[in-house]
C-alpha cells in the first residue's frame, strides 16, 4: 500500500512538473492580446514625437532624451519597455544613423549587390515585396522597378520566398485587380520566377497593412528572417513598421524575425507627402499600437 502511495505521489510530481515545464506553460508566455498598458500610452506618445523630432532638428541630448523615455515606460511594463526599445533603437539606427546603407538595385540580372554583404539569412527567408498603387488596374513603372529588384534577389538567392504585399488600388479599376496579383503576374511572367516562391497578401492597402499582413504569412510559414523590397524612399518607412510589428510578434506569439536587410528601387516619390515618409512613419506606428494621434 505504501508502495503505491509512493508510485501516485510521483506521478502528481511528474504532472506537475511537465504542467511547468511543457506545453501549458510555454502557452502562458504568449499573450495574443497584448497591448500597450494605458498608463504608458502618453509616454509612447512622447517617445514617437521625440523620435520624429529627432530626425527633422537633431540635437546633441536626442538620444540620452529617447533612452529616457524608454526607461520610464519600462518602469511602468517591461513588455511595453521592449516595444519601446525595438522601436527606438531601430529608429536610431535607420533614421538618424548618417551611416545606414540603403542597397540599391542597378538594374542587373542578380542583386550583386546585396550578395556582396553576405547577409546572415536563416535557412528560410523571404523577400517582402512592398507594392504601389495601380494605374487604371495595371502595374505602374515604379512597381515594376520593385518587382525587377525582388527578381534579382531571387535569382541570386534561390532558396528564399518572394512575399508580394498590395491590395486593389487606384482609380479606375473595376476589377478590382490588386497590388499582390499584379506583381505576381509579372515576376512569373516577366522575370521568370517560379510562382510556387511567391506568396501573397491581396487585402493590404496601407504600409501599416503590408506589415500586419506580412507577418500572417510569415507565421504560417515558419519564416523569421526577411528583406524588405520597396522604393528608397520609402524603404526606411517601412521598416520602422515592420521592425515594430516583429517586437510585437514576439511579445504575441512567442514569434521571431530578423530583418536582415534592404534592396531598393532607386526612384525619386511623386509627392511632397511620400518626400516625408517619416511623418507617415510615426504616424502608422501610433495606430499600430492603439496611441491617439500625434499631433503635427
Known amino acids: 500500500m505504501r508502495g503505491i502511495r509512493r508510485t501516485a505521489a510521483l ?3 511528474l504532472a506537475a512538473l511537465f504542467s511547468a515545464c511543457g506545453p501549458a506553460a510555454a ?27 529627432a530626425y527633422e532638428t537633431p540635437a546633441e541630448d536626442d538620444s540620452g532624451q529617447i533612452d529616457a523615455l524608454v526607461e520610464q515606460i519600462t518602469g511602468v511594463n517591461a513588455d511595453d519597455g521592449d516595444i519601446a526599445r525595438a522601436v527606438a533603437e ?18 542587373k540580372e542578380k542583386a550583386n549587390e546585396l550578395a556582396a554583404t553576405k547577409p546572415d539569412y536563416d535557412e528560410k527567408h523571404a523577400f517582402v515585396v512592398l507594392g504601389f498603387q495601380l494605374k487604371n ?17 531571387a535569382r541570386s538567392f534561390p532558396g528564399a520566398y518572394l512575399i508580394c504585399s498590395g ?10 485587380h490588386t497590388e499582390a496579383g499584379v506583381m505576381k503576374q509579372y515576376l512569373v511572367n516577366k522575370c521568370g520566377i517560379d510562382k510556387k516562391r511567391i506568396l501573397t497578401d491581396n487585402r493590404a492597402l496601407t504600409t501599416l497593412a503590408n506589415a500586419e499582413n506580412t507577418f500572417a504569412i510569415l507565421r504560417k510559414y515558419d519564416i523569421h528572417s526577411i528583406t524588405i523590397v520597396t522604393s528608397t524612399y520609402h524603404q526606411k518607412w517601412g521598416q520602422a513598421l515592420y521592425n515594430a510589428m516583429a517586437a510585437l510578434y514576439e511579445k504575441r506569439y512567442d514569434f521571431k524575425t530578423r530583418i536582415v536587410g534592404n534592396y ?3 526612384i525619386e516619390p511623386e509627392t511632397e507627402n511620400l ?15 492603439k496611441l491617439k494621434k500625434v499631433k503635427k
Not at 488596374?137 to 534577389?153: F, V, Y
Request: proline share 5%.
Open 11 to 13: 506521478l502528481l510530481a
Open 27 to 53: 502557452a502562458k508566455k504568449k499573450n495574443s492580446d497584448y497591448q500597450i498598458n494605458d498608463k504608458n500610452k502618453p509616454t509612447f506618445i512622447e517617445l514617437l514625437d521625440r523620435l520624429k523630432t
Open 90 to 107: 531601430h529608429w536610431k539606427a535607420v533614421f538618424l544613423d548618417p551611416g545606414y546603407r540603403l542597397c540599391i538595385w542597378w538594374g
Open 137 to 153: 488596374g495595371k502595374i505602374t513603372e515604379e512597381l515594376k522597378g520593385r518587382c525587377d529588384a525582388a527578381a534579382a534577389a
Open 167 to 176: 491590395g486593389p488600388t487606384g482609380p479606375n479599376n473595376p476589377d478590382r
Open 264 to 266: 531598393c528601387f532607386d
Open 275 to 289: 518626400r516625408k515618409g517619416y511623418r507617415i512613419a510615426i504616424s502608422q506606428l501610433t495606430d499600430m499600437l
